[in-house]
């Protein structure tokens, strides 16, 4: 329990943080009306945490992901951008907007101005080549290095993603190894992969794909299908054959196509045509 000494305490600072407040808030308006104002940034929160947003006249410069240090990121665009930095929320209610809206599943790209002033040559040609795979896809670093003008550079392609400055609109989490495996991500790999089931995204090799597929299906109201993909890629079986006697058995149940949207992988898309077929 708070003794008498510190509620006081307390409430005489009160007074402090709502001044200092108003304060900062005047300063901001002030600093916008005489066009002072670089660089401005928001915290948004996110279901992997609160983020740190940027943008400049021209556009996003920064998304900073949850676990980075905000004062880091900050003093770099300092450094790097403009030492005019503020807080001004209301800068960014466009970028704040569609990010809540992509992070709960009513929007499959960003329709934001990029400001690409942090990233530079063979790194810049990259990231621009990332931010054009569409939602639901995925690509690989060494189709990234091709993109940028050289197929060798497979290293350098993944050193440009991992120094990504705006990470989940320029969408770097759909850039995988050419085997098919997740590779790195800066935000940490659940949150890569959280992003993919999201966007119901198949890896293109390996037991995941069949396995991711299962549970974009499942939830997509195949349970029968859905199991199938799922038994097939545990075995390391090709799963069209199955998947699709399975889909017919669900069509048969009275479940319906409707639910699978055009860019689901290769064989949810031959599961689509089945049941159309087997439900006209």
């Not at 108003?22 to 983020?51: N, T």
């Not at 951008?81 to 992509?102: C, K, T, W």
């Not at 990259?126 to 690509?139: F, M």
């Amino acid at each position: 329990m708070a003794t008498l000494e510190e509620t006081l305490a307390r409430a005489r600072l009160q007074p402090v943080r709502e001044a200092a407040a108003r304060d900062a808030a005047r300063f901001v308006k002030a600093a916008e009306k005489e066009d002072l104002i670089d660089v401005a940034f928001a915290r948004v929160a996110s279901p992997f945490g609160e983020l740190l947003v940027a943008s400049t006249p021209r556009g996003v410069v920064q998304l900073s992901l949850h676990g980075y240090d905000q004062n880091e990121a900050l003093e770099e665009l300092a450094r790097k951008v403009s030492p005019r930095i503020f807080e001004a929320p209301g800068r960014l209610d466009d970028v704040r907007r569609e990010l809540d809206e992509y992070f709960t599943g009513k929007r499959k790209s960003f329709d934001l101005p990029l400001d690409w002033q942090l990233s530079h040559g063979f790194a810049l040609r990259v990231l621009k080549a990332t931010a054009r795979i569409p939602y639901g896809r995925v690509s690989s670093y060494r189709e990234m290095a091709e993109k940028a003008g050289n197929v060798r550079a497979t290293r350098a392609a993944g050193n440009a993603l991992g120094g990504n400055a705006i990470p989940v609109i320029v969408p770097c989490h759909r850039v995988l190894r050419t085997g098919g495996g997740l590779g790195g991500y800066g935000g940490g790999l659940p949150m890569k992969e959280a992003l993919l089931r999201a966007a119901c995204t198949s890896w293109s090799s390996g037991a995941a794909a069949p396995a991711i597929s299962a549970r974009c299906a499942a939830s997509r109201r195949f349970p029968e299908a859905a199991s199938s993909l799922a038994r097939s890629a545990s075995r390391g079986a090709p799963p069209e054959s199955e998947a699709i006697s399975a889909a017919r058995s669900s069509s048969r149940a009275g479940f319906r196509c409707a639910g699978f949207p055009s860019y689901q992988p290769p064989y949810c898309r031959q599961m689509l045509c089945t049941m159309n077929s087997g439900s006209s």
